[in-house]
């Protein structure tokens, strides 16, 4: 794990195969952001085979290829679409150019699986999920701030045992280290990267939706801002919003770019879920002065409280279920209408954000 950046935050788990070798075959398209690695290793983990990988730049195909060196360079797009061994096309290119892969892979008679956000605009969405109809393929999304963390997938099999009663409010805290002279071009432009609601935003969206049980949303307020990046004026360096859930659970989050440098990790996500029964707190990747570990789970209910550490502990079942999903035509890992609603309210609350001019 990179302590230092988000971008190359890659968590490894234990194997857990969910079907022998050669059963599942992955390509990568597109080797932008650093999240590629998170999402080949779980799917690896899971049993796949890693056949291909292409992207415009042989560095990237090269160092890719040093991490799993099963994966053969591809000439082009095209040839990984030809092979009808491959089942699913992962990606983390630019965030503008990860829909029209999608679609690409879908057509041509593969399952797709995306970084976070896989959409810039609600026209890509539309376009997207018509391709899904018409193909019958899944569009899938690495929202691994829960995906591809113990203590969020912990919290969530305890909501779901009812240890915390219905789920009525979630706070969530995104910050991230900016790391600016490392960033790519793409990332400060903001029609690339689509706006740091839309970006980083969708991560928190994605979890309350999956913690309150809601399919419906509304965002009810939303602001954006760059505060301190005068030079990056396409960049958003700070951004919030509210949240009111169909079944009428709240949700309030902010997301950042002012991670300090004293800090032992890239950010200091935290998770805060009250339910009518109890409360959890998530510290995801650190235990601030306390421990530089992440995994963190605080559980309050009327039997008292218990702080778990989950490291190592509960590992990360999404990629398993989301293969096997592929294979058995189910929807155990995510539904597709989930991993839509999310993107749709994370690009609405960009969208219709309040544009803050600061005057600090």
């Not at 075959?25 to 799917?43: F, P, Q, R």
């Not at 490392?182 to 400060?188: E, K, L, T």
């Not at 510290?283 to 570990?293: L, W």
């Not at 209910?301 to 592929?326: A, S």
């Amino acid at each position: 794990m990179s302590k230092v950046s988000g971008m190359n935050h890659a968590p490894k788990g234990k194997p857990d195969s969910v079907v022998g070798k050669g059963e599942f075959t992955v390509a990568a398209i597109g080797l932008d952001h650093g999240h590629i690695y998170g999402m080949a290793n779980g799917c690896v983990e899971a049993g796949a085979v890693i056949k291909w990988v292409f992207d415009k730049d042989p560095e990237k195909m090269a160092a890719f290829k040093e991490k799993h060196p099963e994966a053969q360079i591809a000439e082009s797009k095209q040839a990984i679409y030809d092979d009808e061994d491959v089942d699913m096309v992962l990606s983390a290119a630019v965030a503008s150019e990860r829909s029209t892969i999608g679609n690409e892979s879908m057509r041509a008679g593969k399952h797709y699986f995306a970084d976070k956000t896989a959409f810039t605009t609600i026209e890509q969405l539309d376009e997207s999920k018509r391709v899904v109809k018409e193909t019958g393929k899944r569009f899938f999304v690495y929202f691994g701030e829960r995906l591809h963390v113990e203590s969020a997938v912990y919290a969530g099999q305890l909501i779901e045992e009812g240890v915390i009663g219905d789920v009525i409010q979630v706070t969530g805290f995104g910050p991230h280290r900016l790391n600016k002279e490392n960033r790519p071009d793409w990332f400060f432009e903001k029609d690339k990267y689509g706006g740091i609601l839309c970006d980083i935003g969708s991560h928190q969206i994605e979890q309350f939706l999956h913690y309150t049980s809601n399919t419906e949303a509304e965002v009810v307020h939303s602001k954006v801002a760059n505060y301190s990046n005068p030079d990056k004026p396409g960049l958003e360096d700070y951004g919030d919003a509210t949240l009111v859930g169909g079944n009428g659970a709240t949700f309030y989050f902010k997301v950042d770019w002012f991670t300090p440098d004293g800090l032992s990790t890239w950010g200091d996500g935290r998770t805060f879920i009250t339910g009518t029964k109890g409360t959890i707190e998530l510290r995801k990747y650190v235990d601030v002065a306390k421990e530089e570990s992440g995994n963190h789970l605080y559980l309050v209910t009327e039997e008292g409280e218990e702080h778990y550490d989950l490291n190592g502990k509960v590992g990360y079942p999404f990629f398993g279920e989301m293969i096997l999903d592929c294979l058995n035509g189910t929807e155990k890992a995510m539904t597709q209408d989930h991993i839509f609603k999310a993107q749709e309210l994370a690009l609405l609350a960009e969208r219709d954000a309040i544009q803050l001019q600061p005057k600090l």
